[in-house]
């Protein structure tokens, strides 16, 4: 049998997504995830070694459409954890009480005309961390200058040898 690498990366895709999709709902599921990539790792490897037969190596730049739906799960990920947060869990009663009630039964709401403040409040949240996760993204660059430098200099050098290898052959 030939490998398909597709499957594999679709695990990996949807166990990221439910880990950063709903982080705020349970935390400890990005450990239960480094157990499982672990484990489906050494399974890869046993497959890769033992049963199916090695792809090619292929060069490529970057892991394609894996990419944009890693980075479109991340920012989405900031939507679902800001409503967790805002309408689930009791974090905001916490930091701003004067929001909420609490009913005969012992739920907790929001406060009379004080619900169009908490959504307003989640979802400027929710544009702070955009705006926050974007700066960070323009500011870190890709590829780190040391790296930069490096690229340049073995391009430079393959170029010269270029240069030298099509003098002596004229």
Same mark, same amino acid.
């Given at each position: 049998? =030939?490998?398909?690498?597709?499957? &594999?990366?679709? +695990?990996?895709?949807?166990?990221?997504?439910?880990?950063?999709?709903? $982080?705020?709902?349970?935390?400890?599921?990005?450990? $239960?995830?480094?157990?499982?990539?672990?484990? +489906?790792?050494?399974? &890869?490897?046993?497959?890769?070694?033992?049963?199916?037969?090695?792809?090619?190596? @292929?060069?490529?730049?970057?892991?394609?459409?894996?990419? &944009?739906? *890693?980075?479109?799960?991340?920012?989405?990920? =900031?939507?679902?954890?800001?409503?967790?947060?805002?309408?689930?869990?009791?974090?905001?009663?916490?930091?701003?009480?004067?929001?909420?009630?609490?009913?005969? +039964?012992?739920?907790? *709401?929001?406060?009379?005309?004080?619900?169009?403040?908490?959504? /307003?409040?989640?979802?400027?949240?929710?544009?702070?961390?955009?705006?926050?996760?974007?700066? /960070?993204?323009?500011?870190?660059?890709?590829?780190?200058?040391?790296?930069?430098?490096? *690229?340049?200099?073995?391009?430079?050098?393959? &170029? *010269?040898?270029?240069? @030298?290898?099509?003098?002596?052959? @004229?």
């Amino acid at each position: 049998d =030939v490998y398909e690498s597709f499957d &594999d990366c679709m +695990e990996i895709l949807i166990q990221f997504g439910y880990v950063t999709l709903f $982080a705020s709902a349970y935390p400890l599921a990005s450990i $239960a995830m480094c157990v499982s990539v672990w484990i +489906e790792i050494r399974s &890869d490897m046993f497959k890769l070694t033992k049963l199916v037969q090695k792809p090619p190596g @292929e060069r490529t730049s970057s892991i394609g459409m894996w990419e &944009d739906l *890693l980075n479109g799960m991340v920012w989405l990920s =900031v939507l679902t954890n800001c409503l967790l947060f805002g309408f689930t869990s009791n974090q905001m009663l916490q930091y701003i009480p004067d929001l909420y009630m609490q009913n005969e +039964e012992g739920e907790t *709401l929001p406060a009379e005309g004080k619900g169009r403040i908490i959504i /307003l409040l989640i979802f400027a949240i929710e544009r702070v961390l955009i705006l926050l996760g974007l700066i /960070l993204t323009k500011w870190i660059p890709s590829v780190s200058t040391e790296l930069s430098i490096k *690229l340049r200099r073995r391009v430079y050098l393959l &170029d *010269l040898h270029q240069a @030298e290898k099509a003098k002596k052959s @004229e």
